[in-house]
Nanobody
Framework: QVQLVESGGGSVQAGGSLRISCAAYGYTYCMGWFRQAPGEEREGVAFISRDGGITYYADSVKGRFTISQDNAKNTVYLQMNSLKPEDTAIYYC????????????????WGQGTQVTVSS
């Protein structure tokens, strides 16, 4: 089993920045973030493969969000810049022993979620 503990998030005005973190307790091959806005489906945002550091981004966040990792701390970070009101959602950290994918069905381990609110 893997436990994921998220931190960060909060409220910011449009154009601002936030960073969220996810510490993993246990082995993971791929970690990343999904988000879910009220009334919307949970969607993949960004992922990173733990061994090679290969990153994947949703088109909606490319150029604004950066996912990174600190292997010594077994922690993954999502730096979110140029935030928009449409980025408002609960952000969930997710991990899998398999390859990275934008499909939530691939991920068996989930964090508790952290709220990100962007005001206009």
């Amino acid at each position: 089993q893997v436990q994921l503990v998220e931190s960060g998030g909060g409220s910011v005005q449009a154009g601002g920045s936030l960073r969220i973190s996810c510490a993993a307790y246990g082995y993971t091959y791929c970690m990343g973030w999904f988000r879910q806005a009220p009334g919307e489906e949970r969607e993949g945002v960004a992922f990173i493969s733990r061994d090679g550091g290969i990153t994947y981004y949703a088109d909606s966040v490319k150029g604004r969000f950066t996912i990174s990792q600190d292997n010594a701390k077994n922690t993954v970070y999502l730096q979110m810049n140029s935030l928009k009101p449409e980025d408002t959602a609960i952000y969930y950290c997710a991990a899998t022993w398999g390859r990275c994918s934008f499909s939530r069905n691939v991920f068996g381990f989930w964090g508790q979620g952290t709220q990100v609110t962007v005001s206009s």
